[in-house]
């Protein structure tokens, strides 16, 4: 069995974090959505003020996936959750249990900090990842579906009328 | 015409966003998940760090809606974004362009914090929402279904084996 260990990434780390949101782009058939670049990477996650926290698996000293996750807010419990953003695991690192290690360590980190629920999206195509968090014990959220406001319409909108 | 404002929530908010959140909750036909209560709504949003931001909208001294947001951080960006936890007017209160007004404040704060993106949730029979959601320039991510664990689930998996 091959060993991996799993710890949080630091800025040394931007160049490999890159490669690994492009490689979960292109699992999810969208690469040319990343325009994220390193310096955006380091300013956001490794700056005066992390918008997001990484978990890195590694074997020896080679990334193999990682977990991008922050918080969010539930009105209904009155506290905060996580939200998991990315878990992904390169193609030839998988099968190791990788994916589930790094889920458990979120969810580590979850119950430390007292959060009442973990929530992420996933893509309705992708069949064996729905398998693996229902068998985890997460349900869908059926009957509610994402909407988002690009930078455009964001602007257009905070620049109307009335 | 009725005049409103549009206002950031402080502490002594904390009675009225409790009932806009239970109002909510029932016009989303769930109002026995609220489980917050006042003394979790002041530590959660008007403690030391703060989890969400609360905007009011008040006809007189009277609420007649709120929005609450988070930031959340998009790994394709490589940057923050907003996340509209909570809309809602209260049913005497609608047809005034007060939700409308409570959004475009969001994208006033989304813009001025340089956020890529705005992104929220909306029940799949709301067709009223939805419309005015996309008159507004939002699409739905049609592709993807959130998932979720709650605080069993989240220690079951933290506590287990391997």
Known sequence: MTEFTIRPAVEADAPVILELIRGL?????????????????????F????????LLAC?????????VFFHNYSTWLGGKGIYLE??????????KGIGKALLKAVAVI???RQCGRMRWAVLDWNQPSIDFYRGLGAFALDEWT???LN????ERLADSEG
Chains 1, 2 share one sequence.
């Open 25 to 45: 782009a292109e699992y999810e058939r969208a690469p040319d959505q990343v325009v994220c670049d390193e310096s955006r990477l380091r300013a956001s996650l």
């Open 47 to 54: 700056g005066e003020r992390p918008e997001a926290e990484v």
């Open 151 to 154: 930078r455009e319409a964001i």
């Open 59 to 67: 074997i020896g000293d080679q990334a193999a996936g990682f977990a």
């Open 110 to 112: 979850a119950k430390e």
């Open 146 to 148: 994402l909407y988002q």
């Open 86 to 95: 990315d878990l992904f695991v390169r193609p030839e690192a998988r099968g």
